[in-house]
T-cell receptor, first 111, second 111 residues
Framework: QQQVKQSPQSLIVQKGGISIINCAYENTAFDYFPWYQQFPGKGPALLIAIRPDVSEKKEGRFTISFNKSAKQFSLHIMDSQPGDSATYFCAATLNTDKLIFGTGTRLQVFP | DTAVSQTPKYLVTQMGNDKSIKCEQNLGHDTMYWYKQDSKKFLKIMFSYNNKELIINETVPNRFSPKSPDKAHLNLHINSLELGDSAVYFC??????????FGPGTRLTVT
């Protein structure tokens, strides 16, 4: 019940395309849903986050869509760029206690 | 100035040895964490300290012992290293669990 399932495991997108990463959870007690971005050889960094009472949040080319009834949320990267190539992790917090990470999606954007 | 720093960045050692990884944060955060990232990129929390007090202790072998001399430092000592301990270890800090700042990681290789 404390898992966050993430798909796909890897994603290849052409420059200018839309990258979509999906996550699903079971525990309705999760109260915050951040996305982290990790470049090779670096630590994860907070990218964007959403609370469950909001259906969408947009920051630049990055958008989180949240479907509370389906217990799913997704990250959309518009106009994907080669510099977006990284591993993306969805996550959830439980009672603001700790972060539970998804399994990660390796995104490759080709010119 | 680096927000969360870890030393060393690389650590190669033999089975059975004892080693330590150090972490320091200059963000003034109250909470610090240790994560293990395996070869499949899966991120798993190991420990969390809030103001020098242990608050999260996941199912981690007793060979792993964290120590927080003050709220800006969290070290990880590993006894009797095993092949399965090979991974990247990340330190992180936060003021809220949902927004964590990660260090650059320590790649531990046990031979």
């Amino acid at each position: 019940q404390q898992q966050v399932k993430q798909s796909p495991q890897s994603l290849i997108v052409q420059k200018g395309g839309i990258s979509i990463i999906n996550c699903a959870y079971e525990n309705t007690a999760f109260d915050y849903f951040p996305w982290y971005q990790q470049f090779p050889g670096k630590g994860p960094a907070l990218l964007i986050a959403i609370r469950p009472d909001v259906s969408e949040k947009k920051e630049g080319r990055f958008t989180i869509s949240f479907n509370k009834s389906a217990k799913q949320f997704s990250l959309h990267i518009m106009d994907s760029q080669p510099g977006d190539s990284a591993t993306y992790f969805c996550a959830a917090t439980l009672n603001t206690d700790k972060l539970i990470f998804g399994t990660g999606t390796r995104l490759q954007v080709f010119p | 100035d680096t927000a969360v720093s870890q030393t060393p960045k690389y650590l190669v050692t033999q089975m059975g040895n004892d080693k330590s990884i150090k972490c320091e944060q200059n963000l003034g955060h109250d909470t610090m964490y240790w994560y293990k990232q395996d070869s499949k990129k899966f991120l798993k929390i190991m420990f969390s300290y809030n103001n020098k007090e242990l608050i999260i202790n996941e199912t981690v072998p007793n060979r792993f012992s964290p120590k927080s001399p003050d709220k800006a430092h969290l070290n990880l000592h590993i006894n009797s290293l095993e092949l399965g301990d090979s991974a990247v270890y990340f330190c992180a800090s936060s003021q809220a669990p949902s927004e964590q700042y990660f260090g650059p990681g320590t790649r531990l290789t046990v031979t």
